[in-house]
């Protein structure tokens, strides 16, 4: 018999909200949560001084958190946060598991670059006063694994613990990967989603030495991202951290929990291309999405929607817009795309999961969210539907693309529930 997987919790934080609700009306009414930085001086080598800050510590905010935040990175932070929300919302409770049970709740989330700024921190020190003063906790707060592990202590999650890094895949991979637990019958819940906060001097420099960064729109920020357009120049960064709670249906059933939608088919490759460049044909892109919607069994002309990858690079975005073209074919101008970085900014190995999130709220909004800043598409991304002003509908089925440096490709299917 087939696991379906269920969505029964969501939580978030990110620039434009605290709560997924709040992330999703910002981006449907195209609220941008993209400031100049102010947590650090910028230089005038820094060409790109604007991003998408989280104006909170969730430590402060949650008194569990309080006396653990010292010893969490800013990514994991935000993931612990965002965990907190899903599980409050899912209702699940892991105080009646006999171990057997226990050993059947996993944890997979997405990160690729965290803790930079403690690593920043210490370096200074060490320069000053050498390694006496390094502080014991670094490893642990910089460890990637750490965003998986630290949730996996303080819930009692006994089940799979890990983290995927596939640079701005991350978080689609771990998705996935969330799902393969439930359908081969290793689990029957697992919380999944990431976390990102590369936001720090070194990371924007070298973001923006590349050059990778938006360029030219220092003084006028909430147009800085700009997928799609004419005038983008390269993406935003932005910070936060997401989380799901997915079930084997059964299993949300007989504990009568309040379904989102269901993940009906995926698929993840890689472009074997370039380490930082897209392969320009889109030709692995558009497979990875052509073979997640064959697993699903939905035909392009079943899509309500989908949500792109397109962070606003001038290499990045033309690439997507092709293999979108030729996986639809001549369904290309029926099923509207658009790119919710324009106003969320690139969350890079969060980005998969703040859009499947999106891509949740469109389904049970009946809104399909736009391409804010998209004044006049670039001829390059011609030739599909763009949606530059939000879409009251029925949404039904959507797919989210999400790709990253050195090739990943993830694509999720998702779809309203229904039994």
């Given at each position: 018999m087939d696991r379906r997987v269920v969505i029964t919790g969501m939580g978030g934080i990110a620039s434009t909200g605290k709560t997924p609700q709040e992330i999703f009306e910002s981006t449907v009414h195209g609220r941008s949560g993209i400031r100049r930085v102010t947590r650090f001086s910028t230089d005038a080598y820094h060409k790109c001084k604007v991003a998408g800050e989280v104006d909170i510590n969730p430590g402060l905010v949650d008194r569990v958190l309080r006396k653990e935040v010292l010893k969490m990175a800013r990514a994991t932070q935000f993931v612990m946060y965002a965990i907190r929300q899903a599980l409050t919302d899912s209702h699940f409770n892991f105080d009646h598991l006999i171990p057997k049970k226990a050993q059947r709740v996993g944890i997979c989330m997405g990160a690729s670059i965290i803790g930079m700024s403690d690593v920043i921190e210490q370096v200074g020190k060490y320069s000053a006063t050498g390694a006496k003063y390094i502080s014991s906790q670094l490893i642990q707060r910089i460890m990637p694994s750490a965003i998986a592990a630290r949730p996996s202590v303080h819930e009692?999650?006994?089940?799979?613990?890990?983290?995927?890094?596939?640079?701005?895949?991350?978080?689609?991979?771990?998705?996935?990967?969330?799902?393969?637990?439930?359908?081969?019958?290793?689990?029957?819940?697992?919380?999944?989603?990431?976390?990102?906060d590369a936001i720090d001097p070194i990371s924007l420099a070298s973001f923006g030495n590349m050059p990778a960064l938006s360029r030219g729109w220092n003084e006028q920020p909430e147009?800085?991202?700009?997928?799609?357009?004419?005038?983008?120049?390269?993406?935003?960064?932005?910070?936060?951290?997401?989380?799901?709670?997915?079930?084997?249906?059964?299993?949300?059933?007989?504990?009568?929990?309040?379904?989102?939608?269901e993940i009906v088919g995926y698929c993840r490759n890689s472009d074997a291309y370039n380490i930082v460049l897209p392969d320009p044909s889109g030709s692995w892109q558009s497979l990875c999405m052509e073979t997640a919607l064959e697993r699903a069994r939905i035909k392009t002309s079943g899509?309500?929607?989908?949500?792109?990858?397109?962070?606003?690079?001038?290499?990045?975005?033309?690439?997507?817009?092709?293999?979108?073209?030729?996986?639809?074919?001549?369904?290309?101008?029926?099923?509207?795309?658009?790119?919710?970085?324009?106003?969320?900014?690139?969350?890079?190995?969060?980005?998969a999961a703040i859009e499947l999130q999106i891509c949740v709220m469109a389904i049970n909004e009946g809104v399909i969210p736009p391409t804010t800043n998209l004044d006049i598409i670039d001829p390059e991304c011609a030739g599909i539907r763009h949606v530059q002003n939000a879409i009251k509908t029925n949404v039904d089925v959507v797919l989210s693309n999400s790709f990253g440096f050195g090739g990943p490709n993830s694509a999720i299917v998702v779809k309203r529930f229904t039994m």
């Amino acid at each position: 018999m087939d696991r379906r997987v269920v969505i029964t919790g969501m939580g978030g934080i990110a620039s434009t909200g605290k709560t997924p609700q709040e992330i999703f009306e910002s981006t449907v009414h195209g609220r941008s949560g993209i400031r100049r930085v102010t947590r650090f001086s910028t230089d005038a080598y820094h060409k790109c001084k604007v991003a998408g800050e989280v104006d909170i510590n969730p430590g402060l905010v949650d008194r569990v958190l309080r006396k653990e935040v010292l010893k969490m990175a800013r990514a994991t932070q935000f993931v612990m946060y965002a965990i907190r929300q899903a599980l409050t919302d899912s209702h699940f409770n892991f105080d009646h598991l006999i171990p057997k049970k226990a050993q059947r709740v996993g944890i997979c989330m997405g990160a690729s670059i965290i803790g930079m700024s403690d690593v920043i921190e210490q370096v200074g020190k060490y320069s000053a006063t050498g390694a006496k003063y390094i502080s014991s906790q670094l490893i642990q707060r910089i460890m990637p694994s750490a965003i998986a592990a630290r949730p996996s202590v303080h819930e009692g999650i006994h089940g799979p613990s890990y983290t995927t890094s596939a640079a701005c895949a991350s978080s689609g991979i771990s998705v996935i990967d969330a799902c393969t637990l439930i359908t081969t019958d290793e689990c029957d819940v697992v919380l999944t989603g990431g976390g990102e906060d590369a936001i720090d001097p070194i990371s924007l420099a070298s973001f923006g030495n590349m050059p990778a960064l938006s360029r030219g729109w220092n003084e006028q920020p909430e147009k800085a991202s700009r997928p799609f357009d004419s005038k983008r120049s390269g993406f935003v960064p932005s910070e936060g951290g997401f989380a799901f709670v997915f079930e084997e249906l059964s299993h949300a059933l007989a504990r009568k929990a309040t379904i989102y939608a269901e993940i009906v088919g995926y698929c993840r490759n890689s472009d074997a291309y370039n380490i930082v460049l897209p392969d320009p044909s889109g030709s692995w892109q558009s497979l990875c999405m052509e073979t997640a919607l064959e697993r699903a069994r939905i035909k392009t002309s079943g899509l309500s929607y989908i949500s792109a990858h397109a962070t606003g690079t001038t290499d990045g975005d033309p690439p997507e817009c092709r293999a979108i073209a030729s996986l639809l074919g001549e369904d290309v101008g029926k099923v509207p795309v658009s790119s919710t970085k324009a106003v969320t900014g690139h969350l890079m190995s969060a980005s998969a999961a703040i859009e499947l999130q999106i891509c949740v709220m469109a389904i049970n909004e009946g809104v399909i969210p736009p391409t804010t800043n998209l004044d006049i598409i670039d001829p390059e991304c011609a030739g599909i539907r763009h949606v530059q002003n939000a879409i009251k509908t029925n949404v039904d089925v959507v797919l989210s693309n999400s790709f990253g440096f050195g090739g990943p490709n993830s694509a999720i299917v998702v779809k309203r529930f229904t039994m």
